[in-house]
């Protein structure tokens, strides 16, 4: 949930645009975080392995105004070989604000270059997206 401040507005009075990104890069984090426990976002070489966030796409639904409150409902989807989906969904009570999806990609740091999930990962958001 995050509740809107007054800085979060454009000259309109609606939430920034740019600012539904942020909502959903936290609650796209916190998801991972609790799919993907070891995985840590502020080290992502630590382990040789990390996720690189590749594209966006956000389609917005209905203005959002100063102090209302929006919950971020993530799930995972399309995984294949080296990447997978997070798509998503903006409420403010039962009104749609904006849905979409981002797509993280397997990278190797070091490398700097894409590379396949790991075998248990990979199982792991399968198991996540048919859930």
Request: proline fraction near 4%.
């Given at each position: 949930?995050?509740?809107?401040?007054?800085?979060?507005?454009?000259?309109?009075?609606?939430?920034?645009?740019?600012?539904?990104?942020?909502?959903?890069e936290?609650?796209?984090?916190?998801?991972?975080?609790?799919?993907?426990?070891?995985?840590?976002?502020?080290?992502p070489?630590?382990?040789?392995?990390?996720?690189?966030?590749?594209?966006?796409?956000?389609?917005?639904?209905?203005?959002?105004?100063?102090?209302?409150?929006?919950?971020?409902?993530?799930?995972?989807?399309?995984?294949?070989r080296?990447?997978?989906?997070?798509?998503?969904?903006?409420t403010?009570?039962?009104?749609?604000?904006?849905?979409?999806?981002?797509?993280?990609?397997?990278?190797?740091y070091?490398?700097?270059?894409?590379m396949?999930?790991?075998d248990?990962?990979?199982?792991?958001?399968?198991a996540e997206?048919?859930?």
């Open positions: 949930m995050e509740r809107v401040r007054f800085g979060d507005l454009d000259a309109m009075r609606h939430l920034n645009n740019v600012v539904f990104l942020r909502y959903f936290t609650a796209r984090i916190t998801y991972l975080r609790h799919l993907i426990p070891q995985h840590n976002p502020a080290d070489e630590a382990g040789g392995f990390g996720l690189i966030f590749a594209e966006c796409h956000i389609n917005y639904r209905s203005p959002v105004h100063y102090d209302e409150q929006v919950a971020i409902a993530c799930s995972v989807a399309d995984v294949r080296s990447s997978f989906r997070i798509p998503f969904a903006m403010v009570d039962t009104r749609l604000a904006a849905e979409g999806y981002g797509v993280l990609v397997g990278f190797d070091a490398a700097q270059k894409a396949a999930l790991p248990e990962l990979q199982a792991s958001l399968t997206a048919t859930g």
